[in-house]
Structures are given as structure tokens and as C-alpha cells.
């Protein structure tokens, strides 16, 4: 059950946030699932942190089946539950992609653990390329991988924001990140990305009641960045992700390097 820190034949600790001494801090909880993991804020009510393992080479296609659920494991006010997403245009949207950890043995009870609210935050629900990209990293690093038996380990979460819109007794995240690390010829290698749902409108028009619609949120756009520049906006520790980061040094740790397709990725 849970992150496998040794699922890539190398050791890679499951992410911490700041100081934390390599265990949840005050105000988290460690959730394990099949196959994967989520680092619950109590206080911001989504994922500080999620890690999942993915098998390319045994992964099973099953049905969706949208029963989302509260883990009973946490506290109902630590997580952002169903008003979150009731009678407005905003999506659950994946953490840890539902796809990823259904393989083996475990796949069904896999694909249903994908399904629990620790497991989603909200993100703006209009599809376009760049959210389409978005969805499609974890399958073009993949691919990538395929001669190392298509294993990776990813890390996705919200950037938890001081200036972040509230609504509903939550602040909506603007910012989502997400690092996917495989073993290349025997050596970590890994690749940042950071997702950006700006709002479009005056910061006064979010700060609306509870009754109004959700923040409405501008166009998706996708980045590829440092492992480092991760590292400082979300407050996490990395640990050697960040030497293994196939992103050119010279790039730079804030720089951003805007991706229109797949084909615009550094690996």
C-alpha cells in the first residue's frame, strides 16, 4: 500500500514539506493507497503533497466510475469535500491521475482509490490545449522510458498561494506542479512542470459569498521548470530529484520554458 520509495530500483523518499525532518508536520496527515500516496494540509484542506508509482508495462484500462468519497481515515473538515464542487463549473480534478496506479493485481481497488476527495482539487473545468498537454506528461515521459520497463515515479500538487482566490471555505489554487522521475542507464532522471490557472478577473470579484459561482479562472498554461524552482514555490523537499534534473542548468532555477505541444519537453 502507498508510495513505493524503492519502486524505481533506486532509493526516492516520498517528498516533504519544509523542514519537516522526513515525516508530516503539524497540520498534515500521510494518506497511502494503492500504489500511491497524498500528503493532506489540514488547514488548506487539499494535497500539499501527492507521489504515485506508475507501471507502463501492466497498466489495465478500467471504467471511471465518479463515486467520489471523503477518506474516513481523515477528518471531514480537513478535506474539500463535495460543496466544494456542487452546482457550479468547477472540476475534481485528479491528483494523481486515475489512470496511473491501476495496474497488477490491485487495479480495481486502485482505480477506486483515485476517486477520494484528498485526491482533487479544484481546477477550472473548459478544456483546452494546454490543460490537454497537461493531462498527457505522465504518458510522453513514459514512452520516453520504455526501454527502462516504463516505470516512474510522479509527484503532482497545488502550489499553496498566499494571494489565491477564496471560495466556499477554501482558497482555490492557481498554480499546480508536478515532477516525474525514471531510472535512464541506471541513473535518476527527472523532469518539473508547473501548470498556471490565472484568474482573469479583479482580485474584488473573487472575494464574493459562498452563493455566488466559482472564481472564474483564465486559460491553462504549462511550463516546463527546475526541479528547484519547485521546490521554492510549493515549500517541498525533493531530495535528489533535483541533481537529476534533465532541464538544462543553464536554463536557470526561475526560468520558464512555455510548452505548446509534447515536443517542446527537455528529457
Known amino acids: 500500500m502507498g508510495y513505493d520509495r524503492d519502486f524505481l530500483g533506486v532509493d526516492l523518499p516520498f517528498p516533504t514539506t519544509d523542514d519537516a525532518g522526513g515525516a508530516p508536520a503539524a497540520g498534515e496527515t500521510l494518506l497511502d493507497y494503492v500504489h500511491f500516496s497524498v500528503l493532506l494540509d489540514h488547514d488548506r484542506r487539499l494535497a500539499r503533497v501527492t507521489g504515485v508509482n506508475i507501471d507502463g508495462a501492466q497498466l489495465i484500462d478500467l471504467g471511471r466510475s465518479d463515486d467520489w468519497r471523503l477518506d474516513e481515515r481523515a477528518r471531514a473538515e480537513w478535506q474539500a469535500g463535495p460543496a466544494v464542487y456542487a452546482r457550479n463549473d468547477l472540476d475534481r480534478g485528479h491528483l494523481v491521475r486515475r489512470r496511473d496506479p ?6 480495481a481497488a486502485a482505480n477506486a482509490d483515485t476517486f477520494v476527495y484528498p485526491n482533487a482539487a479544484p481546477q477550472a473545468s473548459g478544456f483546452n490545449q494546454s490543460k490537454e498537454l497537461w493531462l498527457g506528461l505522465e504518458d510522453h515521459v513514459l514512452a520516453y522510458a520504455e526501454t527502462n520497463d516504463s516505470r516512474l515515479s510522479v509527484f503532482t500538487a497545488p502550489v499553496f498561494g498566499d494571494d489565491d482566490p477564496r471560495y466556499r471555505g ?3 489554487p492557481l498554480l499546480f506542479w508536478k515532477v516525474a522521475a525514471w531510472v535512464d542507464d541506471g541513473e535518476l532522471a527527472a523532469v518539473a512542470f508547473l501548470l498556471d490557472q490565472s484568474p482573469v ?14 472564481p472564474p479562472l483564465g486559460p491553462f498554461r504549462t511550463f516546463q521548470v527546475a526541479v528547484t524552482r519547485i521546490e521554492s514555490l510549493a515549500g517541498v523537499d525533493l531530495g535528489s530529484l533535483a541533481a537529476a534534473d534533465r532541464l538544462p542548468a543553464a536554463v536557470g532555477v526561475r526560468s520558464t520554458r512555455p510548452l505548446a505541444s509534447l515536443a517542446d519537453i527537455v528529457l
Open 170 to 172: 477554501i482558497r482555490v
Open 201 to 214: 478577473l479583479d482580485r474584488g470579484e473573487l472575494e464574493r459569498p459562498v452563493t455566488a459561482g466559482p
Open 102 to 107: 491501476v495496474w497488477g493485481d490491485d487495479a
